[in-house]
């Protein structure tokens, strides 16, 4: 198995039609040992199932706009784990006022919200983890193909994971002085508690279907093997890429 005994610390599952689970599911198939984080209880209600099916060691809150709950999880992940191969981030958030409409009207606080949750979170954990990411950890981040390219209402999310791309450049020359590789993975668009907040986002699902090569929407267990990959040593050289997952949607022109 690819990922036997690594420590995986996922971020960002909120129930089984997340990317997260699917990312968290084909970790449990490769041997990874598995704790997760949320944000409150409402998510740990769904969480602790989740956790149990998955073999999941233990599940602590982690609101990623605090560096205090932050602090406390580094704590805990160290008196459970003492160290950490892979850290999945999956964390994103944004108004739902500011994902329709024009992209000029969003407020100044909706979009420091969508920066701070979405992209700084990344680093703030990053940071955090830093002593503890094992010599040949993989750090994740998921983001979108709405980073590069307009798409309708993604609006101040697209903002957000653009910088969360840069980020993925930048920290991979800091956690690559200590061999952790860090990449992020474009998943196309799947039916998840986020993905329901974007208008019209029924026909996104239908356009890729008429205009991807493979003709088909993608799965959240398409991005889970693609994750295995990044965690394992089959990627050993590869740091501060974006990776598509998107039944090759990215590539196609008018």
């Given at each position: 198995?690819?990922?036997?005994?690594?420590?995986?610390?996922?971020?960002?599952?909120?129930?089984d039609r997340s990317?997260?689970?699917?990312?968290?599911k084909q970790f449990?198939?490769?041997g990874?040992r598995?704790?997760?984080?949320?944000a409150?209880?409402?998510i740990?209600?769904r969480?602790?199932?989740?956790c149990?099916?998955l073999?999941g060691e233990?599940m602590?809150?982690?609101?990623?706009?605090s560096d205090?709950e932050?602090?406390?999880?580094v704590?805990?992940?160290?008196?459970k784990?003492?160290?950490v191969?892979?850290?999945v981030?999956?964390?994103a958030?944004?108004?739902?006022?500011?994902?329709?409409?024009?992209?000029?009207?969003?407020s100044?606080?909706g979009?420091k919200?969508?920066?701070d949750i979405?992209?700084?979170?990344l680093?703030?954990?990053?940071?955090?983890?830093?002593d503890?990411?094992n010599?040949?950890g993989s750090v994740q981040t998921l983001t979108?193909?709405g980073?590069?390219?307009?798409?309708?209402?993604y609006?101040t999310?697209g903002v957000?994971?653009a910088a969360l791309?840069?980020?993925v450049?930048?920290?991979?020359?800091?956690l690559?002085?200590?061999?952790?590789?860090?990449n992020?993975?474009s998943a196309?668009p799947?039916?998840?508690?986020?993905s329901?907040?974007?208008?019209?986002?029924k026909t996104i699902?239908?356009?890729?279907e008429?205009?991807?090569p493979?003709?088909?929407n993608?799965?959240?267990?398409d991005?889970g093997?693609?994750s295995?990959?990044?965690?394992?040593?089959l990627?050993?050289?590869t740091t501060?890429?974006?990776?598509?997952?998107?039944?090759g949607y990215n590539?196609?022109?008018?």
């Open positions: 198995m690819l990922l036997e005994g690594k420590k995986a610390l996922i971020f960002g599952v909120v129930n990317i997260a689970y699917g990312i968290a449990k198939e490769q990874a598995l704790a997760f984080s949320y409150g209880e409402p740990a209600k969480l602790e199932p989740i149990e099916e073999d233990f602590f809150k982690c609101d990623v706009t205090e932050i602090a406390q999880g704590d805990l992940v160290k008196e784990w003492g160290d191969d892979i850290l981030h999956a964390v958030f944004a108004n739902r006022e500011d994902l329709k409409g024009r992209f000029i009207d969003t100044r606080d979009y919200l969508a920066l979405s992209s700084f979170s680093v703030a954990l990053c940071r955090a983890y830093e503890l990411l010599e040949g979108y193909y980073a590069t390219k307009v798409v309708d209402n609006n999310m957000a994971k791309e840069a980020c450049r930048y920290l991979s020359v800091d690559g002085q200590k061999g952790v590789r860090i992020a993975i196309g799947v039916k998840t508690m986020a329901s907040a974007i208008s019209g986002f699902l239908a356009k890729i008429e205009r991807a493979m003709h088909r993608i799965t959240i267990d991005v093997k693609t295995v990959y990044l965690a394992s040593d990627s050993t050289g501060g890429e974006v990776l598509f997952v998107d039944s590539i196609m022109g008018i």
